[in-house]
């Protein structure tokens, strides 16, 4: 049996659309206050009922029958954080070296990039093809070094027209898929889309365990959450994460009421190349949450200036600031006002400067999504 039923994998789709109110939508109207509601007349109230007409009577109905949406209730996916046992998500975490800045970028990296499942997501939707087309049946493929995945399409159940799921579920699958160490897979994971004009949204559903092995053993993997992926009419990408949370071994992390907003912004002066794109300039705008068990609390992430033409761990411009009780900035380009590609601040205080990109990188450890720094 799936370990997610079409029904809450739609309704969870639809209830995405308002996550977090950080989508532009036409604000519901209020009901009336107490104290307004105090100020109506005998009259008034008396006749009331009468001057309804069946239909509002019918949505009034409803409004006091569920006077609240409850989004945990609709969508069948529970937001609250299920592993921080140690409630790191009310503590300050840790941010007093380069160390705890490397561990804070690395972190955010591999949690906000889908962590040990990006390689294996495209590695299935690979094999599949993700064909959009008509088609329910259940299929199983082999994976590369044993084990298998399934892959299902559930259509819509006529209520919402266009909405459609295909559901990935892993039993014991092997692989490399694209890493240096093989990895076994179990779980489900899933992709929602969301018919809109012009395209699609997609919403991402992640229930998924596993094992990565290394030359010093075996680490267990958990990773669990959801993400969405909208396109907006003016251009770009906005993903949104309510919540995904990541273990790997013993370590933890989790990103909480994120999001990414990524845009392509034109040069204000029309270049006459032939290939005018290349002039374009993509911005990534970041705000939300980023808990870690290895810096033993959370800290709030945001970029006070956007991040120009960004590849993680670098950017062409721009400042990524992490807040806890401390500060730090990574700043990049002409915003480090020294001469460095990179530097990296805390509490207004060069802590560290780097010439190139690699430099910073190699700095960070960015040999594997799935991996954490070693500590010193």
Known sequence: MSRFSFPALLVLALAMTGCAGLEHSEPEAEPASDSEAQT???????????????????????????????PEADTGFDYALQWDEAGLADTDARLSSMEDVSLALSALHRSASGAFMEPVIEYVEGEMGLDLGQGDATRTHACPDGGTFTHE???????????????????????????????????????????????????????V????????????????????????????????????????????????DFREEMSVVEPEEQSESDFPAFSSRFETAIEGRLI??????????????????????????????????????????????????????LDNQLLERYATCDDFAQELGFDAPWHFPESN
């Open 209 to 256: 365990s596993g094992l990565a092995k290394t030359a010093q053993g075996s680490e267990e993997l958990q990773l669990r959450g959801r993400q969405e992926r909208r396109h907006p009419e003016e251009g770009g990408v906005v993903r949104k994460t309510p919540v995904l949370e990541l273990k790997v071994g013993d370590e933890y992390i989790a990103l909480w």
């Open 292 to 345: 870690s068990s290895e810096l033993e609390g959370s800290l709030a992430v945001s970029t006070p200036r956007v991040l120009a033409d960004r590849q993680p761990p670098c950017a062409a411009l721009g400042i990524l600031r992490f807040e806890s009780d401390r500060r730090a900035e990574v700043r990049y380009g002409s915003d480090t006002g020294i001469a460095a590609l990179v530097s990296v601040e």
């Open 40 to 70: 109506a007349s005998p009259a008034e109230a008396a006749t009331a009922p009468e001057e309804q007409s069946g239909e509002e009577a019918s949505q009034q109905k409803e409004a006091e029958a569920s006077p609240e949406r409850d």
């Open 153 to 207: 399409w559930l259509e819509d159940d006529g209520q919402h027209p266009g909405h459609r799921t295909v559901l990935y579920e892993f039993e014991q699958c092997r692989g490399h898929f694209r890493q240096d160490d093989p990895m076994e897979i179990n779980g489900a994971f899933a992709r929602s889309f969301e018919p809109v004009a012009g395209g699609d949204h997609v919403h991402l559903t992640f229930d």
